[in-house]
């Protein structure tokens, strides 16, 4: 076999344990879709309590959201989607599992249409379908043409400026929009970036810690990095999950869905391709293929905000285990 021909049947052997990496990634994306669907439910009654322009859940409104069932059933179903999540990606690489979370933006649409009565119309499917195919097709061509290096401590550290710079950034617009009532898809958009964030640092720790449970364990700076990554990660996931919160407390759950299954893969890929070097030998034509790709998907998102028939109503799911409703 020609070495071209065997480079590309390196790339598409799979581990043996993937099957096991994709079955928990799918039930991952259904636990999203339904933990989201709680979630939004609870959100909504909260913050429909506060009169006011809807620029971000006070502390008091995120205390009241311990006391609503559905809230609490949807934070269990996302811890546990989390975790699936993290465990699939031990079992398959990274290229394989993400798209898969796109599942979740078309089971959401699904569940949430079904309950609110509201159907989806023509420019929402269009805009979902839109979605899944350009992150379904960035990730596909990120399978062929990147492979993962050894991360060097260079290379994470930038992740971590990179990082640190985003968080800043998106926590002086926070400060800024909460007077000028920021628009919704900012909330969207920003925990989307943030979770890629989570999901890149999420893969160097868990590469490490099976790096240590082979070895002869020796604190050294490589560790120190490491922990690091915990805390980004960590500030990261905070601030993305308040982003994700006040996200609903404006938007339908499938465009919340689609900031966190089609903008989180992207940055997580993209993070791989610029800072890692993971394309470093991908052809030009990949490269247009991926931005091209990148901007169908992202296309997409803006289009469900546009077009969405902002059903957010009661859901029938979430009434179950949340009751009335407080009158107001």
């Known amino acids: 076999m020609q070495p071209d021909l065997q480079d590309l049947a390196d790339q598409l052997t799979l581990p043996t344990t993937a099957p096991i990496g994709i079955a928990l990634a799918l039930i991952a994306a259904v636990l999203l879709a339904l933990g989201t669907q709680f979630q939004s439910r609870g959100v909504n009654i909260v913050e429909s309590s506060t009169q006011g322009r809807k620029t971000g859940l006070s502390l008091g409104q995120l205390r009241r959201l311990l006391a609503r069932p559905s809230w609490v059933i949807g934070t269990v179903l996302l811890g546990a989607a989390i975790v699936l999540q993290l465990t699939s990606l031990t079992q398959a690489p990274l290229t394989v599992v993400q798209p898969l979370g ?13 309950v609110t009565k509201v159907p989806l119309d023509r420019f929402t499917i ?13 990730v596909t061509i990120a399978a062929f043409v990147t492979k993962r290096h050894p991360i060097t401590a260079t290379q994470l550290s930038i992740v971590l400026i990179v990082l640190s710079v985003v968080l800043a950034v998106f926590v002086v617009l926070f400060i800024v929009g909460r007077k000028r009532k920021p628009r919704p898809i900012f909330y969207v958009i920003a ?5 890629g964030f989570v999901v890149t640092l999420a893969n ?10 082979f070895t002869d364990f020796d604190f050294d700076s490589a560790d120190i990095l490491t922990l690091l990554c915990l805390v980004g990660l960590a500030a990261a996931a905070l601030l993305g999950t308040y982003f994700v919160q006040t996200a609903h407390s404006s938007n339908p759950p499938d465009l919340v869905v689609a900031g966190l299954t089609v903008i989180d893969p992207i940055v997580a890929v993209s993070i791989g391709i610029v800072v890692l070097g993971e394309a470093a030998s991908a052809p030009p034509w990949a490269i247009v293929a991926f931005a091209l790709a990148a901007a169908m998907a992202i296309y997409g998102v803006i289009s469900l905000a546009r077009h969405h028939p902002q059903a957010l109503a009661n859901t029938a799911v979430a009434d179950v285990a949340e ?6």
């Not at 979605?131 to 379904?136: E, K, P, S």
């Open 191 to 195: 925990a989307g970036v943030l979770f």
């Open 204 to 213: 160097v720790v868990i590469g490490r810690i099976q790096t240590i449970a």
């Open 126 to 138: 269009r805009a979902i379908v839109i979605c899944v195919l350009g992150v379904a097709i960035f």
């Open 102 to 114: 796109a599942v979740a933006l078309v089971v959401t649409a699904i569940v949430n249409s079904r």
């Open 323 to 328: 009751g009335p409703s407080p009158r107001a």
